[in-house]
C-alpha cells in the first residue's frame, strides 16, 4: 500500500498555471500517473510516468502538462501552462506498484491520492 497526498491545486485564469505535487511512500518499481474527473465526466487519465522515466500524456494536454519525479523526494509533479476551461476537474494522483512501465487501465493494485481541485475560468 502506498500511501499518497495531493496538493498545489486552486483557482487560475485561462492561460494560468499551476503545479501540483503527490507526496508517497517510496516503492520500486513503481508506475505513477494522474488522472483527473470533471463533473458528470469518468476519470481519465491525464500523464504517466514510468520507473525509468519515460513519460505519456493524454492528446489533450500535450505541450501544455509536464509530469516529473524526484525520486529522493518520493514527490510526483504535474506542471501545468497554458490552462483551459476544459482542464476543470478533480486531479488524483495514482501509483502502481511493483510495475516499470504504466498503464492507465487498472492492472490491479493501485492506490489512489485524495484529489485536489483544480479550477480554471474563462
Known amino acids: 500500500q502506498v500511501q499518497l497526498v495531493e496538493s498545489g491545486g486552486g483557482s487560475v485564469q485561462a492561460g494560468g498555471s499551476l503545479r501540483l505535487s503527490c507526496g508517497g511512500s517510496g516503492y520500486t518499481p513503481m508506475c505513477m500517473m494522474w488522472f483527473r474527473q470533471a463533473p458528470g465526466k469518468k476519470r481519465e487519465g491525464v500523464a504517466s510516468i514510468s520507473h525509468g522515466g519515460i513519460t505519456i500524456y493524454a492528446n489533450s494536454v500535450k505541450g501544455r502538462f509536464t509530469i516529473s519525479k524526484d525520486n529522493a523526494k518520493n514527490t510526483l509533479y504535474l506542471q501545468m501552462n497554458s490552462l483551459k476551461p476544459e482542464d476543470t476537474a478533480m486531479y488524483y494522483c495514482?501509483?502502481?506498484?511493483?510495475?516499470?512501465?504504466?498503464?492507465?487501465?487498472?492492472?490491479?493494485?493501485?492506490?489512489w491520492g485524495q484529489g485536489t481541485q483544480v479550477t480554471v475560468s474563462s
Open positions: 495514482a501509483a502502481d506498484p511493483g510495475y516499470y512501465t504504466c498503464s492507465f487501465g487498472d492492472r490491479g493494485g493501485r492506490n
